[in-house]
């Protein structure tokens, strides 16, 4: 049989469709009943019947559906842990979804914001941190090491860094990453200033102003303000240097500051204040000295904070502390004020039981006194406690967890006890998930942190809630992986560690999955979306290496 021949192609009948008798009635519905059946929807296909038409690209787009979505996974499994919330054998019904926000946890503050939040967005940015999911990207700081090296701080997407060359500088991490502001150290009447460390003021959310603190090698200290809007830095407040030596660490809640000098002199300053605010963050009038307190065991890693209450302000010092045979442990002295600066007391804790007693030199000791401002370090005895043959690489706090880093792979995380009848730490628990020592670890808000290895090759996020459960408790109680390694520019979603108090360790980052070259200084930190890691190339460039959520 011959081949058909182009005309016959062209001129063949075509075969009619035949008309589906089957109407639409799926499109006749509602907005309104389209969003009820939707609901009933799992994620994955909500998000399969945007692709479908524009018109449920809207609707499955309702702030209403992620909002719901958003509690059932991230709020409600954490309202069950709680004592008393869950009722044997049936669903409490407080724990129904609702707009309430006292039934959103620390989640309350995006209930609080209203319309203006994107709870699709929030939805993803949650899962993209519970997976470790983000883009990985890097901003050159500095050519060479600095001497000390180059001091860093992350808030609300803005990096702040000082050191004694270039100064104080503030980067934006909004879209790309820029120089938005900085100054020289000759501007603020310190030309010869040496950095040694640097606070944020995180009080204050959401404000155009963001006030830092500096301390620096000759024992001064510096208050500064980051104008975002404007996008300047200017000098607000100059201490004169001190005979304590090098402020070692430092911490800033205006109008309160707390410094740590090399003296191991602990000093709590308050700013004058007035009713108004933009007199307050004028800062021209000296601080005034609140309380001091002089140490002889503590030592560095420091970890300073400062917690302000309804009736009350807590200044507080978590320290490295080695003990007789128990090797190295820690410990956590709090200040105690009214809110008019009024001294209550001072009190200190450790996670060790009475026996032995921290290595100090004896002659030295102090009985602890919680009525005079100028009291001493306070020496506690102890016996036992989850305590490391080595001092901590790094050590966190923000109330109530604490978090000090090993060089052996693992972390120890600490829960404080701190109200107006006592202050306690509870016993350590190891925390596993590292393969090789860890570098640093820092601890924000919500119960979350993010630990980095000294090769800067495995970031691992951790939630710190389910550190301090058991592992029969998180079997019944449905909990999750304790943490989950940080996997870059979207690769496959990484292996989840397992019970972290045994020790079952998992597979982190591939070595290649980060640049052999960059190596981790140890310093890191997170926001909302991001988490901002200081390294060093094999040139000895300083970078800033950030992982974006979202």
Not at 103 to 113: A, C, F, M
Request: glycine share 8%.
């Amino acid at each position: 049989m011959g081949k058909r021949g182009r005309d016959e192609f062209e001129n063949a009948v075509p075969h009619k469709r035949l008309r589906s008798d089957v109407r639409d009635r799926f499109s006749a519905l509602s907005d309104e009943l389209l969003l009820v059946l939707l609901s009933y929807l799992p994620i994955y296909d909500l998000t399969r019947c945007e692709q479908l038409s524009h018109r449920l690209k809207v609707i499955a787009s309702d702030s209403q559906l992620w909002k719901s979505a958003y509690y059932d996974r991230f709020v409600r499994p954490r309202a069950v842990r709680i004592p008393g919330v869950r009722e044997a054998g049936s669903l409490n019904k407080s724990l129904l979804y609702s707009s309430k926000i006292s039934k959103w946890l620390e989640d309350g503050h995006l209930v609080r914001l209203g319309g203006s939040t994107n709870w699709k967005r929030q939805y993803k940015l949650r899962h993209n941190w519970s997976r470790g999911r983000c883009k990985r990207t890097e901003t050159e700081i500095a050519e060479r090491p600095s001497i000390p090296p180059v001091l860093v701080r992350l808030h609300e997407g803005i990096i702040v860094t000082a050191d004694s060359t270039a100064g104080l500088r503030a980067w934006s991490m909004h879209g790309e990453e820029r120089l938005i502001a900085s100054m020289a150290w000759a501007t603020s009447g310190h030309p010869s200033a040496v950095p040694s460390s640097l606070a944020i003021d995180i009080s204050r959310e959401n404000s155009s102003d963001l006030p830092l603190s500096v301390g620096f090698l000759d024992g001064s200290f510096g208050v500064f303000v980051l104008d975002r809007r404007k996008r300047t830095l200017t000098s607000r407040y100059m201490h004169a240097s001190s005979v304590n030596g090098v402020v070692t660490a430092i911490a800033l809640s205006f109008p309160y500051l707390l410094t740590m000098t090399e003296a191991q002199l602990l000093s709590l300053y308050a700013f004058p204040t007035s009713a108004d605010e933009a007199t307050d963050r004028a800062i021209h009038e000296p601080p005034k000295l609140l309380s001091s307190l002089k140490s002889y065991t503590a030592g560095p890693p420091l970890s300073l904070s400062i917690r302000c209450c309804a009736t009350s302000i807590s200044a507080s010092i978590a320290y490295a502390m080695p003990t007789y045979l128990e090797g190295w442990s820690v410990g956590l002295q709090e200040l105690r004020l009214t809110n008019v600066g009024t001294f209550l007391e001072s009190r200190l804790a450790t996670p060790l039981n009475q026996g032995f007693v921290p290595l100090a030199r004896s002659q030295h000791h102090s009985r602890p006194s919680s009525s005079r401002p100028d009291a001493s370090f306070a020496v506690v005895s102890s016996r036992r406690m989850a305590s490391s043959s080595a001092r901590p690489t790094s050590l966190s706090y923000n109330h109530p967890y604490l978090l000090a880093a090993h060089s052996d792979n693992t972390m120890t995380l600490y829960l404080v006890t701190s109200n107006a009848q006592q202050l306690s730490i509870s016993p350590g628990t190891r925390l596993c998930g590292h393969t090789s020592s860890v570098s640093g670890a820092h601890v924000g808000d919500r119960g979350k942190a993010v630990s980095v290895s000294a090769r800067g090759d495995d970031l691992r996020v951790w939630e710190l809630e389910g550190g301090i459960t058991s592992s029969k408790s998180k079997r019944r109680e449905g909990w999750g992986d304790t943490s989950v390694a940080i996997i870059p520019n979207g690769r496959d979603s990484p292996v989840l560690s397992q019970d972290t108090r045994h020790g079952n360790v998992s597979k982190g980052m591939a070595q290649g999955d980060i640049e052999e070259s960059i190596i981790s200084k140890g310093w890191l930190s997170f926001d909302e979306e991001q988490v901002v890691l200081l390294g060093e190339k094999g040139q000895g460039t300083q970078a800033l290496i950030v992982y974006n959520f979202a």
